[in-house]
């Protein structure tokens, strides 16, 4: 999907750019398909990921709920949870 043209808050519904990200180098990709909810984790090699969850709520709508961890230390600390969309 191309970026659209117009300012951020003219985008389209539920179009979100996560422009913390750019220039990091990754790591890996890790992918968990679960019955109810889904997982892609980008890791990068600076020890923090980029984590989006997709959910299927109730109403049949689709939840994504996305954060950025730091792992350096063992545990994912939280740096960053962006409001959830939903569609």
């Known amino acids: ?27 890996r ?8 909810s889904h997982v892609i984790s980008i890791c990068f ?8 969850k997709i959910d299927l709520m109730i109403d049949a709508r689709l939840g994504f709920v996305t954060v950025q961890s730091d792992r350096s230390t063992g545990d994912q ?3 960053k949870l962006w409001p959830t969309i939903e569609e």
């Open 45 to 52: 090699q600076d020890q923090t990921d980029f984590t989006v």
């Open 29 to 36: 990709i890790e992918l968990y398909a679960g019955t109810d």
């Open 77 to 79: 600390q939280v740096l």
């Open 1 to 27: 999907m191309k970026r659209p043209d117009q300012p951020p808050n003219q985008w389209p519904k539920g179009y979100t750019v996560f422009s913390q990200m750019k220039g990091r180098a990754v790591e």
